[in-house]
């Protein structure tokens, strides 16, 4: 039968939808039921540093290159990084990632950072002594975390 000789009926669009739309389910009221899930988590505070040393030589009056400082630290409030060093250390400092901090000639040790923030960083060392250290000089680093530890 060709579509000339086909009857046509035209029935509302509202009645040929009507039966997918009684299939299907609403996803509005089954999407939230009222439940949820919270997760949450504690892992344990990691705050370090090391060094990678430059080649091994004196400590001479100048400029002495260090090596390569790696921090690394999870604390939500931030960290310090101190550094160990004999006492009577006059107009000396160090440079850290190029700033200059200066050494506290009448203690035995220095903050060198005070970072208000996690961070992983990797920069330069250098100490500037104003002149040669009259014996060996012993020098070390400990970071330390700020706030709570986990």
Same mark, same amino acid.
């Given at each position: 039968?060709? $579509?000339?000789? $086909?009857?046509?009926?035209?029935? !509302?669009?509202?009645?040929?939808? $009507? ?6 389910? /609403? /996803?509005?009221? /089954? ?5 949820? %899930?919270?997760? *949450?988590?504690?892992? !344990? ?13 004196? %400590? ?14 999870? *604390? ?35 903050? %060198? ?14 100490? %500037?002594?104003?002149?040669? !250290? *009259?014996?060996? $000089? ?13």
């Amino acid at each position: 039968m060709s $579509m000339s000789g $086909m009857k046509r009926y035209a029935l !509302p669009l509202a009645l040929v939808l $009507m039966p997918t739309a009684l299939l299907l389910p /609403t /996803t509005a009221a /089954t999407a939230y039921d009222g439940a949820s %899930i919270a997760v *949450s988590g504690r892992v !344990p505070t990691v705050c370090r540093v090391t060094m990678a040393a430059a080649p091994a030589h004196a %400590i001479q009056a100048g400029a002495n290159d260090l090596g390569t400082i790696h921090e690394l630290c999870n *604390s939500l409030a931030g960290y310090t990084v101190t550094l160990n060093h004999p006492a009577g250390l006059v107009n000396a400092w160090v440079e850290v990632g190029g700033v200059r901090v200066p050494l506290a000639s009448d203690r035995t040790h220095t903050v %060198i950072v005070d970072n208000r923030a996690p961070a992983f960083r990797e920069r330069q060392l250098r100490l %500037i002594l104003n002149q040669a !250290p *009259s014996e060996d $000089m012993n020098l070390s680093l400990e970071a330390e975390p700020k706030g709570e530890v986990f």
